[in-house]
């Protein structure tokens, strides 16, 4: 009887961890490999970057203005599918909240003043092991006498399917629970 019990307890007990959701928000400024962002394919340095915007279960994390190291150098151009893990690391706050990018594409707009927006899809995670899907968008403006360019990124949670694994988890649970209350009353 307690065997079933301690089993269902470690069951419920697994599900604990948090799902980070939210939206985060960062500027500053990058150094590109050409000029000029309509021609640009990387980003070989950042500078000034900082949090601009943040909400959600990540807000525990960090607070406007808290400084962000960027993996450099950063070939955005064409997209990849090689991963970068992680992608920003290193809040002021010393949460541990990173940010590893999965895939992206980057659409030049030569219409103007040329700039790259590149959009992908990411995993967000802290050093307990709590990790969020999200997607993310990156934005990098000329002109082409600014260097570095002047740079955003922002990342906002998405829901990803589970695969029935809470379901899984809470039928064992329950009939854990269940076998339990009939070795009571038996």
């Not at 269902?8 to 050409?34: E, K, P, R």
């Not at 706050?93 to 990173?98: E, F, I, K, N, P």
């Not at 969020?132 to 740079?151: I, N, R, S, Y």
């Amino acid at each position: 009887m307690a065997g079933v019990a301690a089993v269902a307890l470690s069951m419920v007990q697994s599900t604990q961890a948090i799902t980070l959701t939210g939206n985060i928000g960062f500027t500053g400024l990058a150094t590109l490999n050409t000029a000029s962002a309509g021609t640009a394919t990387t980003i070989t340095s950042y500078s000034g970057t900082q949090v601009q915007g943040i909400s959600g279960v990540i807000a525990g994390y960090a607070a406007n203005n808290d400084n962000v190291t960027f993996t450099t150098p950063w070939t955005f151009y064409p997209g990849s599918a090689v991963p970068i893990t992680p992608f920003w690391t290193d809040i002021t706050s010393g949460t541990g909240l990173t940010f590893s990018l999965s895939s992206w594409t980057a659409v030049r707009d030569l219409v103007g003043s040329p700039s790259v927006k590149i959009v992908g899809i990411g995993t967000m995670s802290d050093t307990a092991g709590d990790t969020g899907a999200f997607d993310f968008v990156v934005t990098l403006q000329d002109p082409a006498a600014q260097a570095p360019q002047q740079f955003s990124f922002s990342a906002s949670s998405h829901n990803v399917p589970d695969g029935g694994t809470t379901a899984l988890l809470l039928g064992a649970a329950l009939t854990g629970l269940f076998l339990l209350r009939k070795q009571v009353l038996a």
